[in-house]
């Protein structure tokens, strides 16, 4: 899972983007990767641990990025959908 994430992040995508999630409780950072511009990857960090969903529609990224409460909108939209399955 670790290795996943730092190829992620070592990669060249068309899109990477941030967004300050310094206003969150629980939200230490939160990514968006994608190659096309329509899905990606997400990942979402807390003090804790870092989650890692595929797939996740550019749309819901930019609703993720523009809600009033990021840790609602990733529990109600994000949370269990969109989440990477790794095997051995």
Request: charged residues 25%; contains cysteine.
């Amino acid at each position: 899972y670790d290795e996943v994430l730092t190829e992620i992040k070592s990669l060249d995508f068309k899109i990477i983007d941030n967004v300050n999630t310094s206003n969150s409780s629980w939200i230490r950072a939160a990514s968006f990767y994608s190659c096309d511009g329509k899905t990606g990857y997400f990942i979402l960090r807390t003090d804790k641990k870092e989650y890692l969903h595929s797939s996740l529609p550019y749309s819901v990224w930019i609703e993720f990025k523009n809600a009033k409460s990021f840790g609602k909108y990733y529990n109600q939209s994000i949370k269990n959908m969109h989440s990477i399955e790794l095997t051995k």
